[in-house]
């Protein structure tokens, strides 16, 4: 939060700098000594990545994967928050509806492949539905729990003020949660990234998961296997970031300072 | 502000008596609680932590239903909480999430303090500057030291002109110091607007220097103890002798 100097600034980022260096001049040495012929060196990946940016494969490729990431997350917002609120709130929609979703959360979203591929077939659909599956789990849960935990001060004042049932939800309920569903959205998003690769990797023509598999089957390109693991890496930490700039919104401010 | 005269009294409680449920068996709190408020008194509560203070405020303020007895409030039986007696409570529920304007305003509607919004803030506004607050409007809670933070609650129950104030605490989360400033600022509030005032607290001079009764709750299950009508004129010198004398009386009632 303070403002740092330049120095300052530099004495954080250096660490972390030094470490992917090292790791880098590792790599580079063991390839060398190895003299392996399959395993690249980084300047391998870099202009195998390179090339892959030249000629905008890799492009679309990003942008399957974050477009199937938008929709499954997308629609997965849309039923866990209003879902996760009305579970919180109403006590016979918790109980009813909690078990089932306890059980289905811990099994991982991969294992709902053969079924996404019965259903939905090879396309478009099925990594969609394996994102939606992975990240509206979370996000209930999330949600409903941060209306269990709205202190009770804040409804008594509510109450006090014999506001609407609308208001009460609008000023009080839903401000109150928010900052809990910008949680459950971190998880959300970071599971749904985890997926869609895992999801891609299953006979589809496009996204990064579908890289990987393609540059190991077509002449064993782990140059651009390589390539696309930290391009993902890089994606999921952008991803991660922009939900991190929702938290610092002034209305949820306030569960983040203290 | 001595107490009015008045042919109906503001709140009349009578014979409140309330057990927790345990699974050994009911835990008397409240052993019958009676006693009236006129309107424009201020009434302190005064008792040993854990003889159930709070929860008779609460049944008074109508939070929550005494197992016998009644709560009524200008004559009307007390149904459940509403805009007509303002609770203040030790930790405050000013809500984190809106500005200090927005807070003053929670509380206001279209139908009684005027459909435009920029009315409405207006009378935010002269709250929050009367409680001292000009120039934070637009702050939210986490920028604001605790002082400041009860201030926007006091303003907040005002501004939607309640004719009671149910103060639980109000202070005592504060520091020494501040404790003491805000009583005095209580006071030149409640000068300029007249309420009714139901003050519990466990701290004797806080209610020799603001209430004009002070009725001393004995320990579990809790009755009424005493009563103590405070005759010294504002602003109080607690050092005084008269001041210092009902306090040992009221210190003595609480077995010091």
């Not at chain 1, 012929?37 to 000629?55: C, H, K, M, R, Y």
Request: proline share 6%; net charge positive.
């Amino acid at each position: 939060m303070n403002p740092s100097s330049p120095h300052q600034r530099l004495a954080k980022i250096l660490p972390p700098l030094l470490v992917i260096a090292a790791i880098v001049i590792v790599w580079w040495q063991v390839v060398l000594r190895s003299e392996s012929a399959i395993f690249p060196t980084p300047w391998q990946v870099l202009t195998g990545a390179w090339e892959l940016a030249e000629d905008g494969t890799l492009w679309e490729h990003i942008s399957a994967s974050l477009l199937r990431v938008g929709i499954g997350f997308g629609l997965a917002m849309l039923v866990a928050i209003p879902l996760g609120l009305w579970m919180g709130w109403v006590g016979g929609a918790y109980r009813t509806f909690n078990p089932i979703f306890q059980m289905l959360r811990p099994i991982s979203p991969i294992a709902w492949i053969p079924l996404a591929i019965l259903w939905f077939g090879v396309g478009d659909v099925s990594p969609i539905f394996l994102i939606f599956i992975s990240s509206v789990f979370p996000m209930i849960v999330q949600t409903t729990s941060g209306v269990h935990t709205i202190e009770r001060r804040y409804l008594r004042a509510a109450a006090n003020f014999g506001v609407s049932r609308t208001v009460l939800f609008r000023r009080v309920v839903i401000p109150a949660v928010l900052p809990e569903i910008i949680v459950g959205m971190r998880i959300g998003i970071g599971v749904a990234w985890l997926v869609v690769v895992a999801a891609e990797m299953i006979a589809l023509r496009s996204g990064l998961g579908y890289l990987i598999m393609d540059s190991r089957n077509a002449g064993n390109r782990y140059d651009l296997v390589i390539a696309s693991m930290i391009i993902i890496g890089v994606i999921g930490l952008l991803l991660d970031g922009a939900t991190r700039l929702l938290e610092r919104l002034k209305t949820v401010k306030w569960r983040y300072v203290r | 502000m001595s107490a009015k005269q008045a042919n109906q009294h503001k709140i009349v409680v009578s014979d409140i008596k309330k057990n927790f449920g345990s699974a050994q068996g009911a835990l008397p709190v409240i052993g019958g609680v009676s006693f009236t408020v006129d309107d424009g008194e201020f009434v302190a509560i005064v008792g040993p932590s854990g003889c159930g203070k709070s929860t008779l405020m609460n049944i008074i303020a109508g939070f929550e239903q005494p197992d016998s007895g009644s709560v009524r409030v200008d004559g009307t039986a007390q149904r459940g909480p509403s805009p007509k007696g303002i609770v203040i409570s030790q930790h405050g529920s000013v809500f984190p999430w809106l500005t200090v304007q927005q807070n003053l305003m929670f509380g206001l509607n279209d139908a009684e303090h005027g459909a435009r919004h920029d009315e409405r803030a207006a009378l935010a506004d002269h709250y929050a500057a009367m409680v001292g607050l000009k120039g934070f409007e637009a702050s939210y809670p986490h920028e604001l030291s605790g002082g400041m933070l009860k201030r926007a609650e006091l303003a907040r129950a005002f501004v939607v002109k309640p004719e009671i104030l149910y103060m639980d605490e109000p202070f005592s989360a504060l520091d020494a110091l501040m404790n003491m400033r805000m009583r005095t600022e209580l006071l030149r509030i409640l000068a300029e607007e007249r309420h009714t005032v139901l003050l519990i607290t466990h701290d004797v001079e806080e209610a020799i220097y603001m209430a004009d009764r002070i009725l001393v709750l004995s320990p579990r299950p809790t009755t009424i103890q005493a009563s103590f009508q405070v005759r010294l004129p504002h602003p109080r010198k607690l050092a005084s002798p008269e001041a210092q004398a009902l306090r040992e009386a009221i210190l003595r009632e609480l077995g010091l």
